[in-house]
């Protein structure tokens, strides 16, 4: 039986592969969106990223979507490490709707990635944030 991740398999990192067909998948039938949420759990590392860029996609589109999640978001924030996942949660956490003591918890996630990524990227995404309100 195939998943939503066999279509987000593959090898290189540097590519969505078929992450904008989900993203589409999702679109049309919301409850999808909790599996590939899932899938930034996920084992294979290429999986992990995909998932995450879907699901980022997904989330500037619909964030009450993503607001949903948020409570999982924050209790794993510390343990986002993978470069291709901690950029789309860095730009997730500004979709979300955070108390003051969420917002410092996602502060110090977002300064830390900022001052110890080697990605770019990462460090683009947390200085591109902003908090909505």
Known sequence: MSTIYDLLTGNDLRSIGKSNEVVQLIT??????????DGIFHSD???????????????????????????????????????????????????????????????NALYKWLNTSDSIIVKAACNRLQFTR
């Open 45 to 107: 590392k290429v999986v992990r990223a995909r998932c995450a860029d879907a699901v980022e996609k997904v989330a500037v589109r619909f964030p009450k979507m993503i607001q949903k999640k948020k409570f999982i978001i924050l209790k794993n924030i510390s343990k986002f490490e993978q470069k291709e996942v901690v950029w789309h949660i860095a730009l997730m956490i500004g979709y979300l709707k955070l108390t003051p003591k969420e917002l410092v918890k996602a502060f």
């Open 28 to 37: 049309s039938d919301p409850v999808l969106f909790d599996e590939v949420f």
